[in-house]
């Protein structure tokens, strides 16, 4: 495994732009133009994406629905602080390794240390964790790095072999290659700055709250029940309280959240009473749920 | 990195295009690699150049990784590949459409005044983006005058168009009609109308701009029309607009301070010996100690201080002060303000009271009692009283922030009192909104002051305030 070159050169994933839109609307995720492009390009030059934006905004659901439209696996790296090696590389299973000593000793065999060595070095005592799982993967896998703003900045060194190189080095083994140049996504909420030697290796994609159309697309996907007045109306009335100046503006979900309880309540039009009432399903902090009611009981001019 | 798709060979023109506008945005500030100018490249040979938007994001995502330069890079973007990209490809729309609307005149003159303010009614009540686009070129014609070779950017003659167009009474026009309406859906045609206007406004830049770079080239325009990163903007000279981005910006900074702060509340393993628990453990190994036991240290809560200059020498830094600090008290529970000008007053609960920034703002100003003699500022007393009447409160866990220019009218400095409270205080920091070369000049004491802190920092704009904050661990 050692030395192999990537074949599958990048770039034969998606037609264009435009199909790449067209793919993911088919999997149930709508993407604007700028998404669908980055995507491309990301797939055309063989980088990975770093999607940077507030929660909500549908980050990682655009790795899943990569995935699913390319029929990849998803290998996700879940990040948090004090994230290490042994979490996100791999680990030589050290149980099994003394297992295998201790049976060596049991069964009297005469192996020389150096045969025993590179015995227990080897890949079946190797346990892959989600980086070199991805590399090593000989089917289609898309890499997923989540929320990477929250690792220390001395961690993130970690990811940029496998970012640049799609390669992990193992002392006892060599260096790994990817047979494949797998899509990588790494998701960020810019809880703090990334280092510039990461961005660099990524191409950048600032996702924000959709704009109104693109979000009622979204909840006449997601809630087919909805009539269209009150889709229209949800998301008008979302994209003002997002306007606000509020803890928490609310996330798509929270919109769709909020478009179902309508839907369940038996709603056909949004009045301020009904609005006030159902405010808790969108804002979650106390002050933000008061100020929006009474904004949104305010009289328009 | 990937072989050449035979369809696509880069151009010349585009290819000057794409080094021009790389340039620009390396004077403009946004730090470019070589890596990232070849992605760039690549990203142009790759995608599908008459589709201006697909171009646009592609390219944004190869040389713009901070979401704060964007609007820079959309700038020069319309610059550079509205018309770069229609001369190297000789696209259809833009040969078509450009040069018929520079001598148009003709045309669009014939529009009546009357004609265009229907026209203007109908775009903003229908949202319809192609009449809109129609309108912007009209009302561009008549009434902006472009004068060729005048080194005005595209705002002056937008500004100028709109007010023709007498923009405000539509939109107020529109609003009263809103205003009708029942409540909520009043609300939401108002913020329609709104979204309306400030898309009718990008229109008539768009158009502006095209016209400037058909006739000076994008260089010169980008060179007019030249502004610092939102990261550099002095704080001292914001715009109306400048300032709601930087509302915008403060509230992550804030919230990457209250971290940083929270931060350290989370424990290290290096706490004492927990005796009795490791006598107790001892009893398993027949009393000898082999597993010592560690206290967890005490988690102190820590608590932020600010004290912020809100006179008028510091007028426009102080709306930035009082902004962070706001900011800073919705993240941050611990956190207690002061304002001061020769007096002191504490504004913790009236900024915690206020909805947002506005009210807490004009509630400091009526209600804060911050004037003590003759409302300038006099830092010695201000401090020597907060000294007197908050000092015993301040603790081993408070970190306390300074935030003024410590120009002092020469009234006497008492650096005892900061002295005093940088004692009893865990951190005591000082941003300074002078520039570092007019320290400690004229009625400056900040020397005396400086002695007594832990760090005095210049903080002009919001990267110096992320390389204070990044400092702190």
């Known amino acids: ?301 | 990195m990937s072989a050449p798709s035979p369809e696509t060979t880069l151009g010349d023109g585009l290819l000057s295009a794409l080094a021009g506008f790389v340039g620009e945005l390396r004077t403009a500030g946004v730090p470019v690699s070589t890596t990232e100018l070849l992605d760039a490249v690549e990203a142009v040979r790759q995608l599908p150049i008459t589709e201006r938007a697909t171009l646009k994001a592609g390219l944004a995502g190869c040389l713009v990784k901070n979401e704060g330069h964007w609007r820079t890079f959309e700038a020069l973007f319309d610059l550079y590949f509205s018309i770069g990209i229609g001369m190297a490809l000789a696209s259809q729309e833009d040969l078509e459409g450009f040069p018929a609307h520079l001598d148009d005149s003709a045309s669009s003159d014939q529009l009546s005044a009357a004609e265009l303010s229907e026209m203007a009614y109908r775009a903003l009540m229908e949202g319809n983006r192609e009449l809109m686009a129609a309108l912007a070129k009209a009302a561009v014609s008549r009434y902006a005058g472009m004068e060729p070779m005048r080194p005005v950017g595209a705002s002056y003659y937008v500004f100028k168009t709109l007010r023709q167009l007498q923009a405000d009474a539509l939109l107020s026009q529109l609003l009263a009609r809103a205003g009708e309406q029942p409540a909520l859906q009043g609300l939401l045609d108002a913020d329609l109308y709104r979204r309306r206007m400030e898309q009718l406004r990008r229109e008539l830049e768009a158009d502006v701009t095209r016209r400037l770079v058909a006739e000076r080239g994008p260089m010169a325009v980008a060179k007019a029309t030249r502004r610092a990163l939102p990261e550099d903007m002095d704080f001292m000279h914001l715009g109306r607009e400048e300032l709601a981005a930087l509302k915008r910006a403060v509230q992550p900074l804030a919230r990457k301070l209250a971290v940083h702060l929270a931060r350290k509340r989370r424990g290290h393993k290096d706490g004492r010996l927990d005796f009795r628990a490791t006598m107790r453990r001892s009893l398993s190994s027949g009393g000898a100690p082999v597993d010592p036991r560690f206290k967890s240290p005490r988690r102190s809560k820590p608590e932020l201080w600010v004290l912020a200059d809100i006179s008028g020498s510091v007028a426009a830094f102080a709306r930035f002060t009082l902004q962070l600090v706001y900011a800073l008290s919705s993240q941050f529970s611990r956190t207690r303000a002061w304002a001061f000008i020769d007096g002191i007053d504490e504004v913790t609960d009236l900024l915690k009271g206020a909805g947002d920034i506005a009210s807490a703002v004009s509630s400091i100003n009526t209600q804060a009692d911050v004037i003590w003699a003759e409302g300038h500022s006099d830092y010695g007393h201000a401090l020597a009283d907060f000294a007197n009447r908050w000092g015993a409160e301040v603790t081993s866990r408070t970190t306390v922030l300074v935030l003024g220019d410590a120009r002092s009218n020469y009234h006497p400095a008492e650096p005892w009192a900061l002295a005093d409270i940088s004692a009893r205080a865990r951190k005591l920091w000082w941003l300074n909104p002078e520039p570092s070369a007019y320290w400690d000049t004229g009625d400056s004491v900040l020397a005396q002051y400086g002695v007594h802190c832990t760090g005095v920092y210049e903080c002009r704009n919001l990267r110096q305030l992320k390389t204070f904050i990044e400092q702190l661990d």
């Open chain 1, 1 to 301: 495994m050692t030395g192999m070159s990537a074949t599958g050169t990048p770039g034969n994933r998606f037609s264009s732009p435009a199909g790449t839109k067209e793919g993911l609307a088919r999997v149930g995720y709508l993407a604007d133009d700028g998404t669908a492009a980055v995507v491309y390009l990301a797939d055309r030059l063989g980088k990975p994406v770093l999607v940077e934006g507030p929660a909500g905004t549908g980050k990682t659901q655009l790795a899943k629905s990569v995935a699913e439209m390319t029929g990849a696996r998803l290998v996700r790296l879940q990040c948090y602080e004090g994230l290490d090696e042994s979490k996100a590389l791999y680990e030589w299973n050290y149980k099994k390794q003394l297992l295998r000593i201790q049976a060596e000793q049991v069964a009297k065999q005469t192996e020389s240390w150096e045969e025993l060595e590179s015995d227990i070095f080897s890949e079946d005592f190797l346990m892959p964790r989600p980086l070199l799982e991805a590399i090593r993967a000989q089917d289609p896998v898309v890499l997923l790095i989540d929320e990477v703003d929250r690792v220390e900045v001395e961690t993130e060194a970690l990811l940029l072999e496998v970012l640049s190189e799609y390669q992990v080095s193992v002392p006892e083994l060599g260096t790994v290659t990817a047979r494949q140049v797998p899509m990588v996504f790494l998701t960020s909420n810019n809880t703090r700055e990334l280092s510039e030697a990461l961005k660099r290796r990524c191409l950048f994609l600032h996702m924000d709250y959709p704009s109104a159309e693109r979000e009622r697309e979204i909840v006449l996907t997601r809630v087919p029940e909805i009539q269209q007045d009150l889709a229209d109306q949800v998301v008008r009335t979302v994209a003002l309280v997002r306007d606000m100046e509020l803890k928490k503006p609310p996330s798509v979900s929270e919109t769709l959240d909020w478009a179902r309880t309508l839907v369940v309540l038996g709603v056909s039009k949004l009045d301020p009473e009904i609005a006030r009432q159902t405010l808790n399903v969108l804002l979650k902090h106390r002050s933000d749920l008061e100020r929006a009611s009474k904004e949104l009981s305010a009289t328009a001019g």
